[in-house]
């Protein structure tokens, strides 16, 4: 292509005082393990909670406030990201790492433990501040010690990584929820952590140094409260309240908070000495692009992914397992194109035409799912989310590593964060707003259909929408079964159509990415904290 440029070279200055790495095979393989273990138990959790979820929700009775038990997840993991990002390059990613995985671990144990759904939020939001680090720090330590003209190699066995997680991870969900209890999908996180922990303390050599730069507490106040902030206005519906009254002082009070807040932040981040996330990295294209595309990606992508184990479960009668099992097939797609496309990528050395053909895959993906149905067959439902999945594999590994690849070695951990950070933001809004819709079609559905149903209906107990499981509604009678499963197929199908526009918006964006020659020496190496095998 003309439009290939070359990528930043850094100043290399060796730190005083300290031994360099030598980053032999060995090393690099014995450091992609520890990373592989953390990723297994933050991809784990992810499939075998989903799996679970409407049985889970029911029994805690939040069915209509389902969303939060993603959002808090996903706030949690905006909000830490930049943290993670710019600490592990300020002293060294090693630390960090092992904190997230302590928190991710204690996150699993107190949701295991929760009594109530707040008390599940809360538990979801503590293992978002450990999946945050996971996330961040296993990328950016990959571009640390793999050169990026070599990191599709590594992409692959990452994309397998969650592969096999999305064919154990639904089957261990279903197991867990039909035999000991869905609580059990959270504690089986716990010895999955404690070893991730043990291979990271012994094989996660990296270095860590002090640093004399100061912390930007003002970046991190106002980021926190603009994120926050974002998310709670977005969840409005899903918080109890009726509708968008800008006549309520709470929500006007809060939409003013969040737009100060967010304000506050650009002003703090120009003039703050070490900014949290540096604006001037939007002077860079690629990174500006791909961060919108993230933004826009994330919107469609876990939006779409929430709610499709309850549909199946709800709508088409399958059981907790079997919905893992119908699961399977966007996961397989999406192995097939991340591992394929990161080969691909080391061999060509070309990386534009996957974000392009995967983004225009996905908006034919999700405009397909607006035709599910509660008696569609499951190929054809298998043949949808392939799709999905298959466009999405194309995209996400391939943004990150245009990223770290167009900024210098230095920030590759503030670059990489910030990147994740705004689509993590968009999957929180998306997620938010898509559940909203949904939940707001469900809910007038069920009312509905409480005044059409007698009051002996409903296995000895007036209808009650809010704690609803896959197992009451199959034994409801008809017509009120069919009923239910209308209610969910006439909330879920339309509104697909929302996050269309989202897709294609990106899909454009892909088409002004410039492709930036990748680069032949690893992060490490660039920065002197270490030598490539052979001294050079």
Avoid at 473 to 486: A, I, K
Wanted: net charge negative; charged share 10%; aromatic share 10%.
């Amino acid at each position: 292509m003309s439009d290939i440029t070359e990528a930043p070279v850094a100043t290399t200055e060796a730190p005083p005082d300290k031994p360099l790495i030598e980053l032999t095979q060995r090393t690099i393989w014995l450091i992609f393990g520890a990373l592989m273990a953390s990723m297994l138990l933050s991809s784990l959790d992810q499939t075998i909670v989903s799996t679970a979820m409407p049985t889970i929700v029911g029994e805690l009775h939040g069915v209509e406030h389902q969303g939060w038990v993603v959002t808090a997840y996903i706030l949690a993991i905006a909000i830490v990201m930049p943290l993670y990002g710019k600490f592990g390059d300020q002293w060294g990613r090693r630390w960090p790492f092992m904190i997230a995985v302590v928190l991710f671990t204690t996150g699993s144990l107190l949701g295991g433990l929760a009594q109530n759904f707040p008390e599940l939020v809360a538990a979801r939001a503590v293992q978002g501040l450990g999946g945050g680090g996971l996330m961040i720090l296993s990328q950016a330590i990959i571009a640390d010690i793999v050169p990026a003209s070599q990191r599709g190699r590594y992409m692959g066995p990452m994309g397998a990584l969650f592969g096999i997680s999305a064919v154990v991870g639904p089957l261990l969900g279903g197991w867990l929820t039909d035999g000991p209890g869905w609580r059990w999908t959270f504690w089986i996180n716990v010895p999955v952590g404690i070893a991730a922990v043990v291979v990271a303390w012994f094989a996660l050599r990296l270095p860590t140094h002090r640093s004399d730069r100061p912390i930007d507490w003002a970046g991190i106040l106002t980021m926190v409260l603009g994120t926050t902030g974002i998310v709670m206005l977005t969840s409005w519906k899903s918080l109890g309240h009726e509708g968008y009254d800008w006549s309520d002082p709470m929500l006007s009070g809060l939409a003013i908070l969040t737009a100060l807040a967010v304000a506050a932040f650009i002003v703090v981040e120009n003039r703050a000495a070490e900014p949290l996330i540096p604006l001037r990295l939007f002077k860079n294209t690629t990174f500006t692009i791909t961060t919108l595309i993230g933004l826009v990606l994330g919107m469609g992508m876990f939006s779409a992914i929430a709610m499709l184990p309850t549909f199946l479960q709800m709508s088409t009668g399958a059981g907790i397992t079997e919905s893992g099992f119908l699961m399977l097939p966007m996961m397989a797609g999406m192995m097939l194109t991340a591992i394929g496309s990161g080969f691909l990528i080391s061999s060509s050395g070309r990386y534009k035409i996957f974000p392009v053909v995967g983004l225009a895959i996905t908006a034919g993906g999700i405009a397909w799912l607006t035709q599910i149905s509660g008696d569609m067959s499951m190929v054809l439902f298998g043949a949808m989310i392939f799709v999905l999945g298959a466009g999405i594999g194309l995209v996400m590994q391939t943004i990150v590593l245009a990223v770290q690849n167009s900024v210098d070695p230095h920030e590759v951990g503030t670059a990489t964060s910030s990147n994740n950070f705004f689509r993590e933001i968009g999957a929180a809004v998306g997620t938010a707003l898509f559940t909203t819709i949904f939940t707001s079609r469900l809910a007038d559905n069920f009312a509905a259909l409480a005044a059409s149903a007698p009051a002996d209906q409903g296995a000895g107990g007036s209808f009650d929408g809010a704690s609803l499981t896959p197992e009451f509604v199959q034994s409801l009678p008809e017509p009120l079964h069919t009923g239910v499963v209308d209610a969910f197929t006439n909330a879920l199908a339309p509104s697909f159509w929302y996050l269309v526009p989202l897709v294609v918006v990106g899909f454009v964006l892909t088409l002004f990415l410039r492709e930036v020659k990748l680069s032949d020496e690893a992060g490490m190496v660039a920065r002197g904290e270490a030598v490539a095998a052979g001294g050079h």
